[in-house]
T-cell receptor, first 113, second 112 residues
Framework: KAGVTQTPRYLIKTRGQQVTLSCSPISGHRSVSWYQQTPGQGLQFLFEYFSETQRNKGNFPGRFSGRQFSNSRSEMNVSTLELGDSALYLC????????????FGSGTRLTVV | DQQVKQNSPSLSVQEGRISILNCDYTNSMFDYFLWYKKYPAEGPTFLISISSIKDKNEDGRFTVFLNKSAKHLSLHIVPSQPGDSAVYFCAATWDSNYQLIWGAGTKLIIKP
């Protein structure tokens, strides 16, 4: 079966721009969570969606937002990009409405210049 | 194809006993392995790591064992405590490449 698909794989943006990243979960998975991975900070939780509702949100500024569609696909948006937003953004999907059984995507490598 | 596999989705252990979480990998290029712990609504936090030049690393109640020939590592928690109940992720990387490859996670439940 197809894994978690994240598009695009690589992205270069300039400061002040906005960006939208996409995540298609494994078929049947209803939970999608987003993480920011950087060398210094490790993996930081952004938010989690389940059945189109944001269930949990990490400690990130309001410039980071997301949504989930009825087919469980999810998007995250970052507005007014800053240099510090350069990171690997990972999406993980899970079939259950509780913790566990995560499958991670390959990530989107965002570079802000 | 998953390069890092955690085949047990969940594990239940009595408080005070040993918890053993397992992780297998397929890519022989991996030279650094990490374990993370994740509570609900939080991102995974780093727990312990091991380089491929070692076969054991210990930090308090946590010990990670690496068997390179079997491409297998395990995390031992002794003694297990209620606060250890969480999801544990195994991750691997190579050549100082910070892109970690993550396992699916194992949910550890410590019973009182």
């Amino acid at each position: 079966k197809a894994g978690v698909t994240q598009t695009p794989r690589y992205l270069i943006k300039t400061r002040g721009q906005q960006v939208t990243l996409s995540c298609s979960p494994i078929s049947g998975h209803r939970s999608v969570s987003w993480y920011q991975q950087t060398p210094g900070q490790g993996l930081q939780f952004l938010f989690e969606y389940f059945s189109e509702t944001q269930r949990n949100k990490g400690n990130f500024p309001g410039r980071f937002s997301g949504r989930q569609f009825s087919n469980s696909r999810s998007e995250m948006n970052v507005s007014t990009l800053e240099l510090g937003d350069s990171a690997l953004y990972l999406c993980a999907s899970s079939p259950m409405d509780t913790e566990g059984g995560y499958t991670f995507g390959s990530g989107t490598r965002l570079t802000v210049v | 194809d998953q390069q890092v596999k955690q085949n047990s989705p969940s594990l239940s252990v009595q408080e005070g006993r040993i918890s053993i979480l397992n992780c297998d990998y397929t890519n022989s290029m991996f030279d650094y392995f990490l374990w993370y712990k994740k509570y609900p609504a939080e991102g995974p936090t780093f727990l312990i790591s091991i380089s491929s030049i070692k076969d054991k690393n210990e930090d308090g109640r946590f010990t990670v064992f690496l068997n390179k020939s079997a491409k297998h590592l395990s995390l031992h928690i002794v003694p297990s405590q209620p606060g250890d109940s969480a999801v544990y992720f195994c991750a691997a990387t190579w050549d100082s490449n910070y892109q970690l490859i993550w396992g699916a996670g194992t949910k550890l439940i410590i019973k009182p």
